[in-house]
């Protein structure tokens, strides 16, 4: 790859990104999948980078799972993503921190439709004044969490107790990055670097120390795809789609996967259990699996929090190979302990994907 | 009369119109920004449709300029032109001044950057490259290996780059990539007997007398398949070779392909240079960015602006015969203009 050539691109697709006071909206899943991934991007924004984040227990999901398979109607989403910014407006946020990458594509498309055809503004005004009686801002600047935590990555390195660096070797990991279909597909000018080329992830990669893995099914869909998956007969495919990137990635033996949207990470992580458990077959170095992380876990690692309280139990595929390499301290005995020493229950399958 | 002319490109269009001229007994003072005549042809290998040398056409370039009324300044740019009545007074860079009779636009076209093409990788992947640069290569001798410095074994050909696409603002044709991807697959498929060639078009406009001839050849005697369907995704592989998706919309499905080298067939597009002119001249654009002419069927070479005439491809993509052409009847139409003063 030439740099030159990759940074052209890149001074193409830079956007401005709010500076502090964000109006959080969640994930409505990935607080089960991998709870530590919110709760590190408020620990770390609030605490490390000392911001103002608001995270309103009002807010629901954007729908937008239903919106993609076709369950629930655009005008219901619309006036669902008008009651958000109506409770941004209420809360006096101006700057909205989106954490699903879904969602994000949601607000991108719902923002895009209201500048092109007013009327369906309006619309959405109107509906949302007879359901709720509430009344909104447009916000001044939507941001996808990942992008908060890029405009702050030297930041974090700054404050960085370890670095993707392997250090048994001193090399760099190489990571793969996956930022998700609906970071910037549809809407390129608004993922940071654009859709093929993205930086928003390797951004941080290379901040922390990383090498970042470009292998040729590096834009391809990671299995998810909505209706691929959520309409059962349709799994086969989105297990096909998984399977497709994780043997083009395989020849280059990433260290670690590291994801932008909760559905990517998590299809990434448990389809490796399942092909495991369909063909024997796994895709990391060493005949093992490959970890599959959140940004926000990452960047919680760099930073040097406990690994068990970023939740990294709660993966399939386990972590402890990253952690290693990192040279990460951690209790393997701590692992499926609660913060009072009780046992939360563990996985039947994880640990045999790569330890034995 | 003024008996002097300017005339801005020293391409093929601009040479054509000053030599027909000078024999007509004007003065003709070409500005051009290079070093060398020549325009795009200046770098060109083979030409289509016989594979005859471009050497040959600049040749044919340097002879016609080597007459006494015409003066070519080279690394010259024109930097300002106002109108006294019937008079164009033309400023340059190296502040030298002209007062014409007639300014003659001959800017021709720049190949599009196919850097704006992001999914085909062009400035990102080392095996990635424009129809341009493999003429280059050629014409500099170059031996064509893939960066690893391999022979390679499939080439694939990727058309209307730049041209006939909607997310880069040009909806039209360029009207010469087609049959420049045929000629160069051709030349490949000479250089490297034992390797396939790959040519993914939309349709195949093959305008030209020859060209069809040309194409069945390149498909019956030089290893060349034509797959009807854009390119979608490209990637790099691990040992730097190039992963394509398109979609074959004959047999109706989805292709991935491994080749060695990918060439990008670039279409044409207005540059820097007419934009600045039209600028300054206050011309008339195409929605296309290219000049607008007066009447397209009966003024073809004639500006929207009275003393400013147009030729060659900063009017619309041509071929360099039809460009030789075009010349022609911009230089009847000066003369014409200039003896009805
Ligand atoms: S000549 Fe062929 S390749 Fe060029 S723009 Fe036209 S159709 Fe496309």
Redesign the pocket.
């Known amino acids: 790859m030439q740099n030159e050539g990759l940074k052209n691109i890149w001074a193409k697709y830079q956007k401005e990104i709010a500076d502090d006071h964000y109006y959080y909206l969640r994930s409505c899943i990935r607080q089960n999948f991998f709870p530590g991934a919110e709760y590190y991007f408020l620990k770390i924004l609030r605490e490390v980078l000392g911001k103002d984040v608001y995270d309103d227990p009002r807010h629901t999901t954007c729908t937008g799972i239903g919106y993609h398979s076709d369950i629930v109607p655009f005008e219901t989403i619309q006036t669902v993503v008008a009651r958000e910014f109506a409770l941004m407006t209420a809360a006096g946020y101006r700057n909205v921190a989106v954490s699903c990458v879904t969602s994000f594509g949601i607000y991108s498309e719902i923002l895009e439709t209201w500048r092109e055809f007013p009327k369906e503004l309006q619309k959405a005004r109107e509906n949302l004044w007879k359901a709720t009686k509430r009344e909104f801002e447009i916000p001044e600047n939507i941001a996808h969490a990942s992008d908060i935590i890029y405009k702050f990555r030297h930041q974090i390195a700054e404050k960085a107790k370890y670095k993707l660096v392997n250090t048994n070797t001193g090399k760099p990991l190489q990571i793969v990055e996956h930022i998700g279909c609906h970071y910037a597909k549809m809407f390129p000018v608004k993922g940071i670097g654009g859709a093929e080329f993205p930086q928003v992830l390797s951004g941080m990669i290379a901040a922390w120390g990383g090498d970042v893995v470009d292998y040729p099914e590096r834009r391809h869909c990671c299995g998810f795809g909505f209706r691929q998956y959520l309409v059962q007969q349709n799994r086969g495919y989105s297990l096909s789609n998984s399977k497709k990137k994780l043997e083009s990635m395989q020849p280059y033996e990433p260290d670690a996967i590291i994801c932008n949207c909760p559905g990517c990470t998590m299809f990434l992580d448990r389809w490796q259990y399942t092909l495991y458990e369909m063909e024997g077959k796994r895709y990391g170095q060493n005949n093992e699996s490959i970890p599959v992380l959140a940004y926000e876990e990452l960047a919680a690692l760099v930073l040097g929090f406990e690994p068990w309280n970023v939740g990294l139990q709660m993966h399939e595929i386990n972590t402890e190979s990253l952690l290693d390499k990192m040279g990460i301290a951690y209790n393997p005995d701590e692992k499926y302990l609660d913060k009072n020493k009780q046992p939360i229950g563990s996985f039947n399958k994880t640990g045999c994907l790569s330890c034995c | 009369m003024n008996k002097s002319i300017v005339v801005i490109g020293a391409g093929v269009a601009g040479i054509e119109v000053a030599s027909i001229l000078a024999d007509m007994g004007y003065n003709v003072f070409i500005i051009e920004k290079n070093k060398n005549i020549g325009g795009n042809v200046a770098f060109w290998h083979h030409l289509f449709p016989n594979n005859r040398s471009a050497a040959e056409v600049r040749e044919y370039m340097n002879q016609k300029i080597k007459v006494p009324n015409i003066t070519l300044f080279p690394n010259t740019e024109v930097t300002d032109i106002s109108q006294k009545k019937n008079v164009y007074v033309v400023r340059t860079n190296k502040d030298a001044t002209f007062e014409v009779g007639a300014v003659l636009i001959a800017t021709g076209f720049t190949p599009f950057d196919a850097r704006r093409k992001e999914e085909y990788g062009y400035g990102i992947y080392d095996n990635v490259i424009t129809s341009v640069d493999l003429e280059k290569k050629l014409e500099r001798g170059e031996n064509i290996t893939t960066t690893q410095g391999m022979a390679p074994k499939r080439i694939a050909f990727v058309?209307?780059v730049g041209?006939?696409d909607a997310k880069v603002g040009h909806t039209y044709?360029?009207?010469?990539?087609?049959?420049t991807?045929v000629k160069q697959a051709i030349e490949m498929s000479k250089m490297f007997p034992d390797a396939e060639m790959y040519c993914f078009?939309?349709?195949?406009?093959m305008h030209g007398l020859e060209y069809e001839r040309f194409y069945k050849d390149a498909q019956e005697n030089y290893n060349t398949q034509f797959i009807r369907g854009r390119v979608s995704e490209v990637s790099e592989n691990k040992d730097k070779s190039i992963q394509l998706k398109a979609e074959d919309t004959l047999s109706g499905l989805p292709l991935k392909m491994k080749v060695d080298l990918l060439v990008l067939?670039v279409?044409m597009e207005q540059g820097k240079d007419s934009d600045k002119l039209c600028d300054i001249l206050h011309l008339h654009k195409t929605p296309e960015n290219f000049i607008q002419p007066q009447d397209p069927h009966l003024q073809g070479n004639v500006s929207s602006r009275q003393g400013v005439f147009i030729a060659g491809t900063c009017i619309q993509p041509m071929t360099i015969n039809e460009t030789m052409q075009n010349a022609r009847s911009a230089a009847l139409e000066i003369n014409h203009y200039l003896l009805h003063l």
């Open positions: 058309h209307c041209s006939r044709c360029s009207k010469v990539c087609c049959i991807g078009y939309m349709d195949l406009r067939l279409g």
